[in-house]
């Protein structure tokens, strides 16, 4: 049978979610309990990777695996959420279908970027410190630009091994939120970097560095050498995974 598990956790610790030979990342630790809990090994593939120190609020990988009889679903994430350690947790349990992928199946992803306006010693791990006001209407505006399909050359890591840079995005802004700003951004897909150097690009933007317009032209340049640098993984989010019609059964 094949699972899905929706997964929530806190970056801080982590390289990533992707299993790396000899570091510390969500993946191994998920893939450690899961076959620690069932008695036999179990590897979850994600719906897309998180790198260093980046968090999720939603992250759904899937899994397959024979319960023991004596196990319920239910029974499964009460052990699975006690065997975690407590930066990651397991929200939900559930079987899909035998060809359902939590990548692959996906249509959408969500990410969400928090910049915090004044020192917050609680929330240092989980978003950026600004210390000077922004022109939010301007990075709003420059975010406008990215709404539509495009190549997201300029805003990719070099050397990011992708096929090809072309997304569809359908929702980039800022939004207010307690002590500060969140920038939430929805595509079908992104390139490894993306929301990190779409946000230092941004912030640049608001710190009146670069104009809305100058942003559109460095999109339409496919040129990475020109974007800004990324800003730092610590307030980046990867916030939900929205799938096909069928595939996630209602709560």
């Not at 994600?46 to 609020?57: C, I, L, M, N």
Request: charged share 20%.
């Amino acid at each position: 049978m094949r699972y899905f598990l929706h997964l929530a956790y806190d970056g801080t610790n982590y390289r990533g979610w992707q299993i790396q030979p000899g570091m510390p990342t969500v993946q191994a630790e998920v893939d450690r309990c899961l076959s620690q809990v069932l008695r036999q090994p179990v590897y979850c593939l994600g719906s897309g990777r998180t790198d260093s120190g980046v968090h999720a609020s939603h992250q759904v990988a899937h899994f397959d695996a024979d319960l023991p009889e004596n196990i319920t679903l239910d029974l499964l994430l009460y052990r699975l959420r006690r065997a975690l350690p407590t930066d990651i947790g397991a929200l939900r349990l559930h079987p899909v279908a035998h060809n359902a992928h939590a990548r692959f199946s996906a249509e959408e992803r969500n990410y969400e970027y928090f910049v915090v306006t004044q020192p917050n010693p609680f929330r240092r791990d989980q978003a950026l410190y600004v210390d000077r006001p922004l022109d939010v209407a301007a990075m709003n505006e420059a975010a406008g630009y990215l709404v539509g399909q495009f190549d997201f050359t300029t805003f990719s890591k070099v050397k990011g091994g992708e096929n090809h840079y072309v997304c569809y995005c359908t929702a980039a802004g800022w939004h207010a939120a307690p002590g500060g700003w969140v920038f939430r951004i929805r595509a079908n897909r992104f390139v490894r970097g993306m929301v990190r150097l779409v946000v230092g690009t941004l912030l640049d933007v608001g710190r009146g560095k670069r104009t809305p317009r100058e942003f559109q032209q460095l999109l339409w340049a496919q040129q990475r050498v020109h974007a800004s640098g990324a800003a730092p993984a610590q307030g980046l989010f990867l916030s939900r995974v929205e799938y096909e019609d069928g595939v996630v059964p209602a709560e």
